[in-house]
């Protein structure tokens, strides 16, 4: 149980387009999904904190124009990376969670390049 | 001082040997306890999860949490090579208006060798 999809697992675009990446939870309703990113051989960076039907809650120092996330159901969010730059290639992860006091269950990632 | 500590290896050890991986954290606040498992351009996997001081045992792996010492290890019996990854601490609260986000250690490079 608690299996979190994410698709794409790896993107290529060119720079200036933008970029739309799944997270769904296929066996539970998430109220709660974050979306991070990681660098080579660093642990993860929270971006956002998303609830569903709500408007996403952004880190400090995350563009909130930039990394746009939507979670219209309790089984689905969206990270959409706009107008994508090389600096913008990373490593993304999204995870949900059931409860508050539960822990999260991480999708597979998405390695995201922009040339 | 960083919240959560994490020595980031790497650690190499024979097939069949104990692991022992550990934490060391300062926010007295942390109240729930995981072990993420992470392989190479993979996303985290549970491993474990505790909320109280004690051990906690799944298989080949043990938890432990001190909170009097503030202190959580891992451990994996009969360590496989298919158990060589990345293995992430972290630990959430809900004081602060943390809201259960997660506070993660850097990760500790596990290899096992056949």
């Known amino acids: 149980g608690a299996v979190v999809s994410q698709h794409p697992s790896w993107v290529i675009c060119k720079s200036g387009t933008s970029v739309k990446i799944e997270c769904r939870s296929l066996d539970f309703q998430a109220t709660t999904m974050f979306w991070y990113r990681q660098f080579p051989k660093q642990s993860l960076m929270l971006m956002a904190t998303?609830?569903?039907?709500?408007?996403?809650?952004?880190e400090q120092g995350v563009e909130k124009d930039k990394f746009l996330i939507n979670h219209a159901s309790l089984t689905l969010s969206t990270l959409t990376v706009t107008s994508a730059h090389p600096e913008d290639s990373s490593f993304y992860i999204c995870?949900?969670?059931?409860?508050?006091?539960?822990?999260?269950?991480f999708g597979d990632g998405t390695r995201l390049s922009i040339l | 001082q960083k919240e959560v500590e994490q020595d980031p290896g790497p650690l190499s050890v024979p097939e069949g040997a104990i692991v022992s991986l550990n934490c060391t954290y300062s926010n007295s606040a942390f109240q729930y306890f995981m072990w993420y498992r992470q392989y190479s351009r993979k996303g985290p996997e549970l491993l474990m999860y505790?909320?109280?001081?004690g051990n906690k045992e799944d298989g080949r792996f043990t938890a432990q949490v001190d909170k009097s010492s503030k202190y959580i290890s891992l451990f994996i019996r009969d360590s496989q090579p298919s158990d060589s990854a990345t293995y992430l601490c972290?630990?959430?609260?809900?004081?602060?208006?943390?809201?259960?986000?997660?506070?993660f250690g850097k990760g500790t490079l596990l290899t096992v060798n056949p």
């Open positions: 972290a630990m959430s609260s809900n004081s602060g208006g943390s809201n259960y986000k997660l506070t």
């Open positions: 995870s949900a969670k059931v409860r508050n006091n539960q822990p999260q269950h």
């Open positions: 998303s609830n569903e039907g709500s408007k996403a809650t952004y």
């Open positions: 505790t909320y109280s001081s």
